[in-house]
């Protein structure tokens, strides 16, 4: 089953603004991941954020994780034509350590 | 390896037959998952092995879905009797849970029954 769920599902932006996607989860976690899938093939790891961390940067990349309300958000900044893709949030671990991935975000970026 | 490898990287087959699909995770990496992608949706946890202790099978959809991991290394996933409905792409990841369990997926395998 999944647990987390971003909004919106898709986002379209003209390159140069700033894209910001969201996500929920349900249960309580040790840590959340924001991965980034190009063309329905493997995803590749962007950032994580522990669960006693409120925001976290890397490059043009800001997360934040609010747990009170169990949502976090992943900010690109001035976004460009080649991070069209769809942008995936991870929680976890649940049980023995697996990770529970939600339904992404479809971003295009247009040049 | 470098990185997950998985085979084929596409299959098609034909319904009613029985396909199997291989995961190699990196080398030293405890855990093992497969995750299955319908087109344009999100992924679908199927299962779980992590070192010795007993696979966490609640994602597979039916029992026509079984996987074993052997030596705790090369992973398959065995779906008999295909459906249709079972075309997805079916991605592998691996990682080291100890390690913030940041994982490292391979390229996907994408099925297309008949």
């Known amino acids: 089953s999944q647990q987390g769920e971003e909004d919106p599902q898709a986002l379209s932006i003209q390159e140069g603004e700033n894209a910001t996607m969201n996500c929920s989860y349900k249960t309580s976690i040790n840590n959340l991941q924001w991965y980034r899938q190009n063309s329905g093939r493997g995803l590749v790891h962007l950032i994580l954020i522990r669960s006693n961390e409120r925001e976290k940067h890397s490059g043009r990349l800001r997360v934040t994780l609010d747990t009170s309300k169990k949502s976090s958000s992943l900010l690109i900044t001035a976004s460009r034509a080649a991070d069209t893709a769809s942008y995936f949030c991870a929680t976890g671990p649940y049980n023995n350590n697996d990770m529970r991935f939600g339904a992404g975000t479809r971003l295009t970026v247009k040049p | 390896g470098a990185g997950v490898s998985q085979s084929p990287s596409n299959k098609v087959t034909e319904k009613g037959k029985d396909v199997e699909l291989r995961c190699d995770p990196i080398?030293?990496?405890?855990?093992l998952y497969w995750y299955r992608q319908s087109l344009g949706q999100g992924l679908e946890f199927l299962i779980y092995f992590q070192g010795n202790s007993a696979p966490d099978k609640s994602g597979l959809p039916s029992d026509r879905f079984s996987a074993e991991r052997t030596g705790g290394s090369v992973s398959t996933l065995t779906i008999q009797r295909t459906q249709q409905e079972d075309s997805a792409v079916y991605l592998c990841?691996?990682?080291?849970?100890?390690?913030?369990?940041?994982?490292?997926f391979g390229a996907g395998s994408r099925l297309t029954v008949l």
């Open positions: 990841a691996s990682s080291i849970p100890q390690v913030a369990n940041v994982l490292t």
């Open positions: 080398s030293g990496h405890t855990a």
